[in-house]
C-alpha cells in the first residue's frame, strides 16, 4: 500500500474540524497558511475515529477493491480470511453458509475463518501469562494500539506482548495448506490492518485487505445478493471459541485465561479514552497494577471503523455471542484438537520497531505566549474545557507552539474573539451607514451635476453643428473629439467620405486631415497654452483665417476657421483690416501730433528766452 491509509477529500470537507478535535494523537494539523485539516500520514495510527466524526464523509481509506479484483482475476489461487466479526457485521444474510458461497462466486478459490487464527494466537497468550517471569504485557491484537505504542510510547515496546496477531496466524495457516503461491485477502472491521499486512513478508504475508465496508460495495458491483445463492462451509480448519474475538473480552475468552477480578491476571480496555488512560497507567505504575493490558481502541472488532456505521454496540455483541453458540453446539473438538496439533509448529513470534513520531518540547516562553494569546495564562483558566480535544489548554499550548494547530481551534478564544468582531463590525457598519447615506446624497449631486453638464454638452453640440463657420475641437494627441458640417467641408471630399461612416470625424486624426503648417499650430497651442488669433493659413487652393485657443490646459483646444475665399467673409475682413489700419494709422499721426506739438512748444519755449535776454541787454 504506497498511497496514504486515510486522506481529506478538498471537495467535500466542510472545515468544522471535528476530525481535529477527535484525533487521539494529533495527526490531522490545522497548518497556519491553510483553512483545510491535513492528515499527517507519519503520525496517523489507523484509528479511524476521524472517520466516524466525519459527517460530510469527507474523509477516505485506502480503497483495496481495484487490487483485489485484479487478485481474483489473475493466474493465482486467492483465499478469502473473514473475520469473525461477520457475524456482528452482516446480520441482513440469514446464514453464514450463503456468506461464503457468495465469496465463492465473486472469484475466490477459498475462504476461512480467521477464528481459527484466534485459537492459535491465544494459546500462545496462555502460554506467555502462565509462565509469568515478572513481566507484564499488553496485548499486541489491535493494529491501531500497535502503531500507537511504536509511535508515542516507544519505551513501552518490550511490554508489547511478542505474538502475531490473528490475521497473520491464519496467514501462517493457509501458505502452510495450499503452498507459499497463494495470494491472500483478509477481510476484516479495521482499516489499521490495510498498514499492519505490509509489515510481513514470506509466509505471513497479506496481499491485500478489504474492509466489510468494501466489500459490500464488490457484492453490489457484481450482483451479488444472497437470494440466487446456495449454501457452501467455511474450509477447514475452523476454530472454536475464537469466534467470539469481536468482543474486547472474547480473545481472553478463547484462551482459557482466568477474567475473575480477585483471581484474573488480565484486565481489558477498550475505546479511545479508556486505552489512552490505560496506556499511560501502565508506564507510570504496572507495577502497583500487576496485571496484563487487553486493549483494544473500539468497542471490540465488531465495532470497527471498516463496518457499516451507525451499529448498535449491544445489538453486535448478541449476535456474535448467538452465532458462536449455535456453531459450537454441533462443534468437532477432536478435529479441532488434531489441527491445533497439526500447525503448533508455526512460528508465531514477532518483534516490533520504534517509530518515534512525538514532536520535541517547544521553548517554555512560546507555550507561554500561546496561552497569553488565549488567555489562558491563569491557573484556574488553565484547567481547560476539553472542547478542543485537549486535556488541558496547556497540551493545547503545546501543539500550537509546535505548529500543528491553531489558536481558533479554542473554542471559547474563538468565541471571544467573534464578540469583539460582532461588535466592530457593528460599529463598523454603522459608520458604513453614515457613509452610504453620504453617498447617496453625494450620488443625487453628482447626478444633477451630470445631468447638467449632459444638457449642456447637448447644447453645446446643437450650437457647435448649427454654426455656419467651421469650428472643431480637439485633444492631446490631436484626435478630433468634436467638429461641425462646416469644418467637414472646407476639408473637401475625402474629409466628406469619412464623415458619412463616422459622423463628426470623431477620433480621427487631425495629421491626417491638414498639412504639416496648420496642424502645428493646434500642437503649439497644446504645448505652450498660448491662443493663435486670427492668423492666415493655406489649406490646398483656400485662403483661411484661424483662431486657436486652449479649452482646457494642455488637453483640449478649439479652433475657429474662417474661408477668406468667401465674398462675405472677404469683405468683412477687408473691412476689418482697413480699420485696423486706419486706427493704427491715427494712432501714428496722434503720436506724431503730440511729438510735433511738444517739438513746437520747446522752440517757442527757446525763442522767448532769446527775445528776453536780447531786452535786458539793450
Sequence with gaps: MQAPLVYIVEEKCKVCYACVRVCPVKAIELRPSSEMPYIQPDRCIGCGSCLEVC???????????????ALIKSVHKVVALVDPSISAEFDDITDYRKFVKMLIEMGFDYVHDVSFGVDLVAKEYNELIS????????????????????????????????????????????KDLYGSDIKVVFIGPCIGAKEEADRFEGNSKVDEVLTFAELRELFDENGIKE?????????????????????????????????????????????????????????????????????????????????????????????????TSKRLKEFNMARWNN?????????LKREFKTNNQRLPMPPEEKIDEVLKIIEKNNYEENLGCKACGYDSCRDFAIDVASGITRPDMCIMHSLKSKQEYIKSLKQTNDKLAKTQQALQNSE????????????????TQTMLHKLP??????????????????????????????????????????????PVQFY???????????????????????????????????????????????????????????????????????????????????????????????????
Design 469 to 514: 463657420t467651421p469650428m472643431v475641437i480637439v485633444d492631446e494627441n490631436l484626435k478630433i473629439i468634436g467638429s461641425n458640417e462646416s469644418f467637414v467641408t472646407i476639408l473637401g471630399e475625402d474629409a466628406a467620405e469619412i464623415n458619412e461612416i463616422i459622423p463628426g470625424l470623431l477620433g480621427a486624426d487631425l495629421k491626417t486631415l491638414l
Design 339 to 347: 489441527d491445533l496439533k497439526q500447525y503448533q509448529h508455526l512460528d
Design 227 to 323: 437470494s440466487n445463492i446456495e449454501f457452501s462451509d467455511f474450509n477447514e480448519p475452523c476454530g472454536y471459541k475464537g469466534s467470539l474475538y469481536p468482543i474486547s473480552t472474547g480473545i481472553i475468552n478463547a484462551s482459557g485465561l482466568s477474567q475473575d477480578l480477585l483471581t484474573g491476571t488480565v484486565v481489558t480496555a477498550k475505546s479511545k479514552e479508556e486505552i489512552l488512560a490505560a496506556i499511560n497507567q501502565f508506564e507510570q505504575g504496572i507495577h502497583f497494577i500487576n496485571k496484563h493490558f487487553n486493549l483494544f481502541y473500539c468497542e471490540g472488532c465488531m465495532m470497527g471503523p471498516g463496518m457499516k456505521p451507525d451499529g448498535k454496540k449491544y445489538n453486535r455483541q448478541t449476535s456474535v455471542t448467538t452465532y
Design 131 to 174: 509462565n509469568f517471569l515478572g513481566k507484564y504485557y499488553i496485548l499486541a491484537n489491535c493494529p491501531p494500539i500497535v502503531s500507537l505504542i511504536e509511535k508515542y510510547y516507544p519505551e513501552l515496546l518490550d511490554n508489547l506482548a511478542p505474538i502475531v496477531n490473528p490475521m497473520i496466524a491464519n496467514t501462517k495457516v493457509v
Design 55 to 69: 459527517n460530510p464523509k469527507a474523509i477516505k481509506y485506502y480503497d483495496s477493491k481495484p487490487t483485489v479484483n
Design 444 to 459: 443625487k449631486r453628482a447626478l444633477g451635476e451630470k445631468q447638467l453638464a449632459q444638457d449642456a454638452l447637448e447644447t
Design 520 to 618: 502645428k499650430l493646434f500642437a503649439f497651442v497644446i504645448s505652450s497654452n498660448d491662443d493663435v488669433i486670427g492668423r492666415d493659413v493655406h489649406l490646398n487652393d483656400k485662403l483661411l483665417n484661424v483662431t486657436i485657443f486652449s479649452i482646457k490646459k494642455n488637453k483640449v483646444v478649439g479652433a475657429v476657421i474662417r474661408d477668406m475665399n468667401i465674398p462675405e467673409v472677404r469683405k468683412e475682413e477687408v473691412i476689418n483690416r482697413v480699420t485696423e489700419v486706419i486706427e493704427q494709422n491715427l494712432d501714428l499721426v496722434q503720436q506724431i501730433a503730440f511729438l510735433l506739438g511738444e517739438g513746437a512748444a520747446k522752440t517757442e519755449k527757446m525763442l522767448n528766452s532769446i527775445i528776453e535776454s536780447h531786452k535786458s541787454k539793450e
